[in-house]
């Protein structure tokens, strides 16, 4: 007898912003279905939440992407995030559809989001993390138990947790660290609006404006060339900034960069900064601290340039040379460009 007989599949939490489904919705719906085909016996289907005012077209789209079915709040006081009405409707969604195991992404709204509503129904949540598996040993007794693994101590260790003795299983998982398949318009799937009934219309939190933050250069989470500065390259910040332009690329940093004040936060890769996968990387004067690697191992291609031959970074990287970044960086670019 399943421990949890009433409860069943994997819903990805689809975050969105004025209409537009943000990537991390999309890559866990695709790592989902990887989950699922894992356990083919069981018959668990993939379903996508979308919460918004006027997303009802959005739908296809997240089917597109993978889901079975889609959960699907359209209602005006969803227009913007609210804690309150979005914490409201979702509660609603897993107390109605039970939901064995709920996938948020580990974004600032997703952060703000699920342990409240963890919270509310009494479920566990994991928060962050960077890898989910479901337990093989567990399927034969009907239970799809998820091993959720986050980094901790600083990223020194990984933990991997289980929620064994509630439902849903929620987790926040970290954008960037799951590849999003490609769509597929062929797919079709089932739509289901659901009308909350809301607690109250009172919105506890008036939003006056909003104001949308001037990033310095493009979003490094989408670039396809970055160049990484870390703190044996700060002197050289305009040389990489020049050659990072001469490749087509963006340029990011360490936190001891972000921290010394050579560059922004919204720049800075690894644990406390973001995730990036671009095609690739280079890495000028980074040591290679766990906590910078866990936001850039993913890439296609890792050049490390570093003087010190002892350096982590040699370790994960695919080329490396062992000089000073400002002799070797502009050779290399040019290197590139030939090629
Ligand atoms: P350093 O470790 O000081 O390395 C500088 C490197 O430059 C050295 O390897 C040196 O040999 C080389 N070098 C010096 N001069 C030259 C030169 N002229 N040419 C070539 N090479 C040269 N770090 C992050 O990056 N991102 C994070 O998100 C992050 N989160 C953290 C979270 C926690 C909880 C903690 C505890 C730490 C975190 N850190 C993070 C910090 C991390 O542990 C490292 O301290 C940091 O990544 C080191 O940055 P760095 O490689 O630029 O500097």
Sequence with gaps: MAKFPDYKDIYVFVEQKNGEPAEVGYELISEARKLVSTIPNMDYKVVGVLLGDNVKDKAEEVIAHGADKVIIVDDPLLKDYSTQFYADALTQIIKEFKPDSFLTGATVLGRDLAPRVAARINAGLTADATKIDIDQD???????????????????????????????????????????????????????????????????????????????????TKANILVGVGRGAEH????????????????????????????????????????????????????????????????????????????????????????????????????????
């Design 236 to 339: 050289s910040i305009e040389t990489i900034k020049e050659c990072a332009k001469e490749l087509g690329g963006e340029v990011c940093a360490t936190r001891a960069v972000v921290e010394d004040g050579f560059m922004d936060k919204d720049v800075q890769v690894g644990q406390t900064g973001k995730t990036v996968r671009p095609s690739l990387y280079i890495a000028c004067g980074i040591s290679g601290a766990v906590q910078h690697v866990a936001g850039m191992e993913k890439s296609d291609m890792i050049i490390a340039i570093n003087r010190d031959p002892e350096a982590e970074i040699f370790k994960i990287a695919n080329m490396g040379f062992v000089g000073n970044v400002d002799e070797v960086l502009p050779l290399l670019v040019e290197e590139i460009k030939k090629a």
């Design 138 to 220: 567990k399927v034969a007794d009907g239970e799809a138990l998820l091993l959720v693994t986050r980094p901790t101590f600083g990223g020194n260790l990984f933990g991997t947790i289980v929620c064994p003795d509630t439902r849903p299983q929620m987790a926040t998982i970290r954008p960037k660290v799951f590849d999003m398949a490609p769509i597929d318009e062929t797919r079709t799937g089932e739509i289901i609006e659901f009308k909350p009934e809301w607690e109250s219309t009172t919105p506890q939190v008036e939003i006056m404006e909003t104001v949308a933050k001037a990033l310095e250069g493009v979003d490094i």
